[in-house]
């Protein structure tokens, strides 16, 4: 992978703004370095005499004495979150949050979130966290954090509530599409360990890749796991499904190494895009392009994603998509497209700037729109025959005259699969994972 432009370390994806707790703001990207050195910056003195003049009545009639530092913080994060969702003030202790983003090991209950329209909505839960555990779900709404109106509280009362040592306990009361009722969750918070890799051999020569974040070492872990597979395929891996739901972002060069694994670098259309980036000036406009090898030598390849699926993610579905390298199936992703770059304003504190649009390879812009699959596939609970709720379902067996087979052989069950090397309900567990498998067995069967 190439970017074509000198790219600054920072972040892309759905920020985990404070990672003790790992609640995210959507989204950090790498950005182009600005440059300010010729940029002369004229500021009305009337406008600053008005802030000053507030600043001055706020400190002589608020009911309590508020320091200067609060109120002139609290004015730039004023500036910042009414330009939009995604720009931010990060004061010393949400500045070193950001610095954990790619250590994958944090304190919290494991959820990606943004905050919308009085609420705080939940993105994904992280893999294997208090949060996933307990069964919060992508779409949930917070509406009240240990008994407290979170319509009441700023977003950063909101975190402080939910944050907190790894043993303690927080409540969490939750909205959810199609549910009645609110849901209670009493969660007990712990150190975060993201493993942002996972694999599984599906009937003995299909590879299952989970992604669950892009960090420094998804790369390597990445690596490792396709050799893994191909091992436990004994060198006869027939296709790969890289599952990317409720995958939340993450670093946007890992996303473009990630990226270019999959991608022969002769054979591509836009000149080898995988992302590219426009805003206002110059140096916001960057380019990553892809130069290296296919690490699967072109096996067939199915991508799933959902509503989950933001910024880092898109950008790796879009670009698979484009370059006609994968088959995208599930259902349309966020729609995060837009890129954040985090400039430093004195030795403690930084802001988090909305700078650019990325755009995927063949110029579809995500922002709000997302990622729209090849094949839609719902996310269904498919209920088992025995099941205690499937008292309707009418099978052959309930049918009158209805002919039994008396053979001694064994009959295959709908939805079983070999899952490294156990018999699984894939149909029954995950509905979509089993029709993206079926959809790469047709594909490998073609070619």
């Known amino acids: 992978m190439r970017f074509t432009r000198k790219i600054l370390i ?51 009639y608020y009911v309590e004495p508020v320091n200067d530092d609060k109120l002139f913080n609290y004015a730039i994060a004023g500036m910042l979150s009414n330009l939009d969702p995604h720009s931010d003030f990060l004061d010393a202790d949400a500045v070193q949050d950001l610095q954990m983003a790619t250590t994958g090991k944090f304190g919290g209950i494991g959820i990606e979130v ?20 307990a069964g919060v779900k992508a779409g949930d709404l917070i509406v009240r954090i240990n008994g407290k109106l979170v319509g009441d509280l700023t977003l950063r009362q909101a975190i402080d509530l939910i944050r907190g040592d790894p043993g303690t306990k927080v409540h969490l009361t939750i909205l959810r599409k199609d549910t009645k009722k609110p849901l209670e969750f009493d969660l007990t918070r712990e150190i975060i360990k993201i493993q942002t890799v996972k694999t599984q051999l599906l009937d003995n020569q299909y590879g299952y890749i989970r992604l669950s974040f892009f960090q420094n070492e998804t790369k390597d872990d990445l690596v490792n796991a396709i050799n893994k597979l191909q091992k436990q395929a004994n060198g006869h891996l027939a296709g790969v499904i890289l599952d990317l739901r409720d995958n939340p972002g993450g670093l946007l060069d890992s996303a473009v190494d990630i990226t270019d694994m999959f991608l022969d670098s002769k054979h591509l ?105 090849d094949i839609a596939i719902p996310d269904l609970q498919i209920p088992k025959a025995n099941q205690e709720d499937s008292g309707l379902m009418i099978t052959e067996a309930d049918l009158n005259k209805h002919l039994t087979d008396n053979s001694t052989a064994a009959q295959p ?35």
């Open 413 to 447: 069950t709908p939805g079983q699969v070999q899952t490294d090397g156990k018999v699984e309900d894939l149909l029954y567990k995950d509905f979509q994972l089993y029709q993206a498998l079926n959809i790469l067995k047709g594909i490998t069967s073609v070619k």
């Open 114 to 133: 943004i905050p919308e329209n009085g609420f705080i909505k939940i993105i994904s839960p992280i893999d294997d966290t208090p949060a996933f555990k």
């Open 10 to 60: 920072a972040f892309f994806g759905l920020w985990i703004g404070l990672f003790c707790l790992n609640i995210t703001y959507p989204a950090l990207a790498d950005e182009a370095s600005l440059d300010q050195k010729n940029n002369t910056i004229n500021l009305p003195l009337k406008d600053i005499q008005r802030l000053a003049t507030a600043i001055a009545q706020i400190k002589r």
């Open 269 to 373: 259309k836009y000149g080898g895009l995988i992302v590219y980036t426009k805003g206002r000036i110059e140096s916001s406009d960057i380019k990553a392009v892809a130069d290296g090898s296919d690490i699967l030598h072109g096996l067939p390849m199915v991508v799933l994603i959902n509503g989950g699926s933001a910024s880092a993610s898109e950008i790796v579905a879009g670009a698979l998509q484009d370059q006609k390298r994968a088959t995208l199936a599930g259902e349309k992703s966020f729609g995060k497209g837009s890129v954040q770059t985090v400039l430093p304003i004195d030795n403690n504190s930084m802001i988090k700037l909305t700078t650019a649009l990325y755009y995927t390879p063949s110029g579809r812009s995500i922002q709000a729109k997302g990622i729209v699959p």
